[in-house]
């Protein structure tokens, strides 16, 4: 296969010349060539078939020790001008990123094949949607690129159609920490990346081009590309609803994608689109529709049961590869949260013992599983126009000031309430973990611009519609010295309960200077062993705190200077006033 796109072809052909393979190889999607990559990858240690009588069609990859999440401080965005990119960003001048990627990646794929994936990021015959081609010198990334996007020939014809892609050429190199770069080039739409065969760092339709690029392009089409998951509720009145929410890496999309209704909400069905992206458009009417760019997940497997998560777990007892999971004494894999098994071997491939304090998965494996695979997948995920988003939710993990939900008083306020979410951070990058870390919108790692020209184009919204979703914010992660307060997972349906009557003007609120809160008796706590005073300490406001929480982010927004929206400004001095008045 080839194509008959010139575009495409030259593109394609320049790369080798630059990359010098052994040969080219053009993906066309189909199973059988999954099932071939798949075998390939058995021959050469790639992947370690799992047991086939409990995990049928299940891989076990173990990466580089050195490459086991996303790089943040090695991810780029090269714009002409600094500050387009913004102080949220690594920065360099796009002809000095080109002058050093062009060395990096010369001869790299020399004695390797050249995989060439063309891909759609959302339904394929969906005008919302975008394709790229991403060029591989990793089988891993394209059987992974097989189950989370749309691949091969529809995508190909769809771009030989509009003549229109992103380029992201990919390769693992010598996987030196050294020689590792992300780097974005949004203006010409095109993405390099090098040194690292892993998840965002790797498969380039999701965070480099699904977000980064793609959040770009939303700016200057007037559309939104976000860190959020998109779940379909349906109520007992057989009403659907569909809510958007952002939260920071590991901090529980996929989670609420597939959650399962408690105990007693009977009638209650909870499906998902998407657990990780969404592109957001306004139709004439001024309602916002959103789609899932993807079409699988790329999950984190620690913590994923039977109890908290049954369809995420479901979902990866067959045709699923696991990357840096344990192992059990009969070759299933393992992981911390696991309910059964008896694990003997660790993510490094090493034979450990189950005494406590032994890490059996590294915290940041994770599962790659198509949509399909989720026993609550919904169609509407395949849908070309999207569906209506009725709520947007903002959340971050905060043991401390965060209350279990508020709403803001208004977009714009709400805006602010994105701009503001501070999360502790987890180890799906690399780094330290647990420390609070200013993360608006779910974003830092992702917006491939300027966060200030971002949060303008979010405000530039409330003059375009009177029927833009409602802003909540959500925090599951409050703790006291007993733990996490709330019990979360399949419980978290009595708040987004809450957030559906309030766009429905069905609940009362209390409005207090961060924003409204439920009253008491709203948030439904029937069948959950949770006293009255911990649920007082969900929602208490402590003044002095969030005092100095407003005055870290007043001086964080100070960092983005004159590009600083001063709408967003007024809001923040607003919310100030308010508190301080407050008793
Ligand atoms: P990325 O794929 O990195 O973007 O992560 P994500 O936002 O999809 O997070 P995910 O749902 O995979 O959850 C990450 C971790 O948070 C897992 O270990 C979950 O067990 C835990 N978690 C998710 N939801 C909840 C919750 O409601 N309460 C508590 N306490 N933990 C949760
Ligand atoms: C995240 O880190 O937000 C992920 C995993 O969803 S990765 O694909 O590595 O970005
Ligand atoms: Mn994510």
Partial sequence: MSTSNQKLENWVNDIANVTNPDSIYWCDGTHDEYEGFIKEMLNTGDLMKLNEESFPNCYLHRSDQSD????????????????????????MDPIEAHNKLDTLFENCMSGRTMYVIPYCMGPIDSKLSRCGVEITDSPYVVANMFLMTRMGQKALARIERE????????????????????????????????????????????????????????????????????VEIENPQEEKFYVAAAFPSACGKTNLAMLIPPEGYDGWKVRTIGDDIAWLHMDDSGQIWAINPEAGYFGVVPGTNEDDNENAYQAIQSNAIFTNVGLTDNNEPWWEGKKDGNPTIDWKGETISADSGNVFAHPNSRFTVSAKNNPKYSNLADSPSGVPISAIVFGGRRSELAP????????????????????????????????????????????????????????????????????????????????????????????????????????????????FLPKPEDIDTSGLDITKDSMEELFHINKDQWLEEMESIREYFLEYGDRMPEMLLDEHRKVVSKLEQSD
């Fill in 404 to 515: 279990l939900v508020y709403q803001s008083k208004d977009w714009n306020h709400g805006v602010l309430v994105g701009a503001s979410v501070g999360s502790e951070t987890t180890a799906a990058a690399a780094g330290e973990v647990g420390i609070v870390r200013r993360d608006p919108m779910a974003m830092k790692p992702f917006c491939g611009y300027n966060f200030a020209d971002y949060w303008t184009h979010w405000l530039s919204f409330s003059s375009k519609s009177e029927r833009l979703p409602k802003i909540f914010h959500v925090n599951w992660f409050r703790k006291n010295d007993q733990g996490f307060i709330w019990p979360g997972f399949g419980d978290n349906l009595r708040v987004l309960e809450w957030i559906i009557k309030r766009c429905q003007n069905q609940a009362d609120a209390i409005d207090t200077p961060i924003g």
């Fill in 163 to 230: 003549d229109k892609f992103v380029k992201g050429v990919h390769s693992i190199g010598d996987l030196d920490p050294d020689k590792r770069f992300i780097m974005h080039f949004p203006e010409e739409e095109t993405i390099r990346s090098i040194g690292s065969g892993y998840g965002g760092n790797a498969l380039l339709g999701k965070k480099c081009h699904a977000l980064r690029i793609a959040s770009w392009q939303a700016l200057k089409e007037d559309w939104l590309a976000e860190h959020m998951l998109i």
């Fill in 68 to 91: 086991v999440a996303r790089v943040e401080h090695l991810t780029f965005i090269c714009t002409s001008n600094q500050e387009d990119a913004g102080p949220n960003n690594n920065w």
